[in-house]
């Protein structure tokens, strides 16, 4: 059996490992096509964002901040994608950030059709369309399917109120791909009803 640290090591190095297990030798990581948008000018987009934190300064009654991650619109429908890193299996989700979308979601859905999705993921490779990740759409935490915890359930961190906390155990697992299919089916419904 190969030790994983000399693989990394090898791989690190760039050296061949003489020894290849059957499970690594078999496991094939796809890759997507190229990317429909890439960021040109990586020192140019980073400037922008440094500019806009310059917005809010020591000494103004406002803070914090937060902003859409993604936002699709196409014939007037809208798919929102906001992005939540896990850490210990749980997602943290700003209540006034939750407040808006709720808000959002109830508002663009009275004049046209709107879907909402919090993505929880993992570090992982979004150019890889097998990756997992898991999702809610807003439907479902209006409905109550998804538990609106404001204290961690396990008693960690229960001094923090000031946030929702998601469980990966409560979001749908899928894969970066399935993503992709949801976005473009919503595309398509948009084509036909809008």
């Given at each position: 059996m190969v030790n994983e640290t000399d693989e990394l090591?090898?791989?690190?190095?760039?050296?061949?490992?003489?020894?290849?297990s059957d499970h690594n030798s078999k496991r094939i990581i796809r890759k997507s096509p190229m990317a429909k948008y890439q960021i040109f000018d990586e020192s140019e987009f980073t400037r922008g964002r440094e500019v806009l934190g310059n917005l809010i300064v020591h000494g103004m009654i406002a803070s914090g901040g937060t902003d859409i991650d993604w936002l699709i619109?196409?014939?007037g429908g809208f798919v929102i994608l906001e992005f939540k890193g896990f850490h210990n299996d749980k997602i943290n989700i700003p209540k006034g950030q939750m407040i808006a979308y709720e808000k959002l979601h109830e508002k663009l859905n009275?004049?046209?059709k709107c879907f909402l999705y919090i993505v929880g993921c993992d570090d992982i490779d979004f150019s890889n369309p097998d990756s997992?990740?898991?999702?809610?759409?807003?439907a479902q935490w209006k409905s109550g399917a998804i538990p609106k915890n404001t204290n961690d359930i396990y008693g960690?961190?229960?001094?923090r109120q000031n946030r929702?906390?998601?469980?990966?155990?409560?979001?749908?697992e899928i894969s970066v791909e399935k993503l992709r299919d949801i976005v473009d089916s919503?595309?398509?419904e948009f084509e036909i009803i809008m």
């Open positions: 090591i090898d791989t690190i190095y760039k050296k061949e490992s003489p020894i290849h619109e196409h014939r009275q004049s046209t997992t990740i898991w999702i809610f759409e807003m960690k961190d229960s001094g929702f906390i998601v469980y990966r155990e409560y979001m749908e919503h595309w398509k």
